[in-house]
């Protein structure tokens, strides 16, 4: 009995691999992270750019 799983990010990109192979979990974990940390990185300039331009409309 082989076991899948899917997990798909908002992208559209799939990334589907058996359990029982270690590295390819891994594998699509670090991808995983990876389009989190872009999201949380674009998130925080947008951020930060909007604290900045607030505080010029301040002064």
């Known amino acids: 009995m ?3 799983t899917t997990v798909s990010i908002s992208r559209g990109d799939t990334c ?3 359990i029982e192979t270690y590295f390819g979990g891994i ?4 991808i995983l992270l ?3 940390y872009i999201r ?3 998130g925080m300039v947008r951020w930060k ?3 900045a331009s607030s505080r010029k409309k301040r002064e």
């Open 2 to 4: 082989i076991s899948i």
């Open 16 to 18: 589907i691999y058996d």
């Open 27 to 30: 594998a699509c974990f670090v």
């Open 34 to 36: 990876g389009f989190v």
């Open 40 to 42: 949380v990185n674009e």
């Open 49 to 51: 750019q909007n604290i």
